[in-house]
């Protein structure tokens, strides 16, 4: 029997989506217990869940620490302030970062909260603008976020000081080495690209931005912007064609990808423009 693999995957993908609706946006407890975030109210520190029982509805009241897995909405000003990044349209961006932050701020506690990955988008943004992290007002917050968010944060701000030079090069790749997290190694890959770019060294810069795709795929944002950076160090290099193949074949492995626009956008740039000799 032969077996259609895209056919395969489609299936899968699907499923995987019906499987995730079940348990959408949702508490799992360490003792098993499951409340969908609409049911449980957040009071201070406490999560507060009303239930029906036969003698009527009983309270149950449970903490962070009891907390195994957290199951958060989708986050549509993130989503708009990612996709704003990658236009370049880094003050709009870094506004639904703020949106994104003030709309899940009771949930600022829980690791992995919106609330975190907005403030790990706004780190991005300096970067992007050439400023250090201490021109991101949200990390003054540190104290009110999960002791493991504020851990990854503190590295990620290593990463957006780190010297523009090959000091901050080697001190980055330390960093890649080091850590587990796969949002912080690619974080980090982009920023020795970014430097070596800088630097001139656009045939490193590429392999570096490249090593993202290739090994912390499932950091499908991060994912792409390193593709795109290196798509640009390709055509600066004179490497037009596989320049543009290489955004062709992100799309190929991802058609249905929520920044297809943006890619298609860029390849017909790159494909549009003569490289100067």
């Not at 975190?116 to 007002?137: I, P």
Request: net charge neutral; aromatic share 8%; proline share 3%.
């Amino acid at each position: 029997m032969i077996f259609d693999n895209k056919r395969i995957l489609r299936v899968l993908t699907v499923s995987f989506a019906l499987l995730c609706s079940v348990y959408a946006q949702q508490y799992q407890l360490k003792n098993g217990k499951r409340f969908s975030m609409e049911e449980v109210k957040v009071e201070n520190a406490n999560f507060i869940v009303s239930i029906p029982t036969p003698r009527g509805l009983e309270t149950y009241t449970f903490t962070v620490k009891d907390i195994s897995v957290v199951t958060f909405p989708f986050n549509k000003e993130l989503s708009k302030a990612e996709d704003l990044f990658l236009r370049g349209q880094f003050d709009e961006a870094a506004e639904q970062t703020k949106l994104a932050q003030t709309a899940n701020e009771k949930y600022m506690m829980l690791p992995g909260s919106p609330w975190t990955e907005a403030c790990k988008l706004q780190l991005d943004l300096a970067q992007a603008a050439g400023l250090r992290s201490a021109e991101v007002d949200s990390l003054a917050k540190f104290d009110k976020i999960a002791v493991s968010d504020s851990t990854m944060l503190n590295i990620l701000v290593a990463i957006t000081d780190a010297p523009s030079t090959e000091v901050g090069v080697t001190k980055l790749l330390e960093i890649v080495k080091s850590e587990q997290n796969a949002g912080v190694k690619a974080r980090a890959l982009l920023r020795v690209g970014d430097i070596l770019k800088s630097l001139g060294k656009l045939e490193s810069a590429a392999k570096h931005y490249l090593q993202i795709p290739a090994f912390y795929s499932s950091e499908n944002f991060l994912s792409l912007r390193a593709i795109i950076q290196a798509s640009d160090v390709l055509y600066q290099m004179q490497r037009k064609e596989d320049s543009v193949k290489l955004l062709k074949d992100f799309l190929l492995d991802d058609p249905t990808s929520t920044f297809r626009e943006i890619i298609e956008s860029k390849i017909k740039m790159n494909q549009s423009q003569k490289v100067s000799q």
